[in-house]
C-alpha cells in the first residue's frame, strides 16, 4: 500500500529563501496562536470571519446564497442568524486548522470527543473496511486529527500549490493518521477499503457534471452530486457511515451514524437522492457549522443552464 501513497514531502533548503517569507510569517502567526487560551482563539476567529466578509464579499455572499436556496422555507430573519454565525465560524477554522495541525495529542484530546464510534468499530472488527462520508463542514480538519486517536484514517489528497504550504499541511493533516492517497488515484481508495481500512470521503461538494447526477438537495431540485461515491461503495467491500463534525460546549465532537446500505442500488438516482436527504438532515443539526462558501450548486443540468449565484 505504501507506493499508492502520497510521498511524504521533505523540507528543502529552498524554503529559508526570501521567496518563502511571507508563509513563515504566517505560519509563525498561526502557530503562536494556537498557544492562547482555546477561549481567546474563538473569540479571535469570529473577528477573523467578520473581517473576511468585508474584505471578500462575494464569498460571503455565496455563503448567503447557498443558505437561502437549501431552506427556501427559512424566514430572512433565521437565514441571516445562520448566515452571520457561519461567517464567524469560517473565521474560526483558520484557527482551528492551525490547531489540527499543531496542537499537542493531550490539548486535542481535551477538547474531542466522538459519539457513535461503535458503528465503526463493530465493521473494522468484521474485517471490513469503513468508507467514511464526511460532511464538508468547517471544522473538519481539526475533526480529521481527532479521528486518529481512534482510529487512523486513510483519506485523498490535494497538494498545495505552494511547496512550503504543502510541507505544512500534509505533515500536519497526517499526525495521527495513517497515509493520503492523491486525489485522482480512485484505486488506491478502492484497494484501502477492501483491505479494512478507515477511509474519509468527501461526498457533498460539486465536483463538476461529468461524473455527477442532478438530484434534490434542499430547495435546489437539480444539485450536481457526485456519483463517484456510488462507484467507491459499489466497487469496495467497505460498509458506509455517515460522519459529521459539530460543535460541542468543551470543543468538537466526530458524530458517527449507523451504517447505511442504499449507495448499492441500481438506480443512481434514488441512492443518490436518499444520500442527499441523509446529509441535510445532519448539516440541518449545525447549519452553521456547514461550508457555505463554497459554490455547492455551481454545476447546472443541461436543461436548466441559467447560474444560481448570478
Known sequence: MAKQSVTAPKFEARFLLPHFWHVWFGAALLYLSTWLPFSIIKQLGKGVGRLIA??????????????????????????????RQNIERTGVALFETAMGWWWPDWRVKKHFEIEGFEHIESVLKSGRGVFGLAL???????????????????????????PLMDYFQYHGRNRSNKYMIHKRNARALIEALNDGELCLYLPDQDYGGAQSAFVPFGGVEQTATTTATLMFAQRSDAVPILLTSQYT??????????????????????????????????????????????????????????????
Not at 55 to 74: D, S, V
Not at 147 to 161: D, L, Q, T, V, W
Open 54 to 83: 468585508r474584505i471578500a464579499p462575494k464569498r460571503a455572499a455565496i455563503a448567503k446564497r447557498n443558505i437561502a436556496l437549501t431552506f427556501p422555507h427559512w424566514s430572512e430573519a433565521r437565514i441571516e442568524q445562520v448566515y
Open 136 to 162: 464538508h463542514n468547517v471544522n473538519l480538519e481539526f475533526a480529521c486529527r481527532g479521528i486518529g486517536f481512534s482510529h487512523p484514517s486513510i483519506a485523498f489528497y490535494r497538494k498545495h500549490n505552494n
Open 249 to 310: 460546549n468543551n470543543g468538537y465532537k466526530l458524530k458517527c451514524c449507523p451504517a447505511i446500505d442504499y449507495l448499492v442500488d441500481n438506480n443512481k438516482e434514488r441512492a443518490l437522492t436518499q444520500l442527499n436527504h441523509d446529509i441535510l438532515a445532519l448539516v440541518e443539526q449545525q447549519p452553521e457549522s456547514y461550508l457555505w462558501m463554497h459554490k455547492r450548486f455551481k454545476t447546472r443540468p443541461a436543461d436548466a443552464p441559467q447560474s444560481l449565484y448570478e
